[in-house]
């Protein structure tokens, strides 16, 4: 279930709650007034991988590297010899 931030019309207290889309909003957890869900800042999300660092990596070799225009996939093996060589 998703995770809400709810504002009391009332007093002003600001809280989180876990229900369901449909589900009605709860009473304020201080005053039992009507409450109204508030947006208050877009979810983070942590990525647990180095995705964009790996990408960035192979894009600035790629840069460094790049492969010959018109080269077809019977020149790879040649294309990394050269490579090799040449570092």
């Not at 504002?7 to 009473?27: M, W, Y």
């Not at 957890?29 to 995705?51: F, G, H, N, Y």
């Not at 225009?69 to 990394?80: A, C, F, K, N």
Request: hydrophobic share 30%; proline share 10%; with cysteine.
């Amino acid at each position: 279930m998703p995770r809400y931030d709810y504002k009391c019309q009332s007093c002003d207290h600001l809280f989180e709650g876990i229900s369901r889309v449909s589900a009605p909003n709860p009473p304020c957890s201080k005053c039992e007034s009507p409450t109204r869900k508030v947006i208050l800042t877009a979810p983070r999300i942590k990525v647990q991988s180095d995705w964009h660092g790996e990408m960035a990596r192979a894009q600035r070799k790629m840069r460094q590297d790049p492969v010959p225009v018109g080269s077809t996939v019977e020149d790879i093996p040649r294309l990394m010899a050269e490579a090799e060589q040449n570092k």
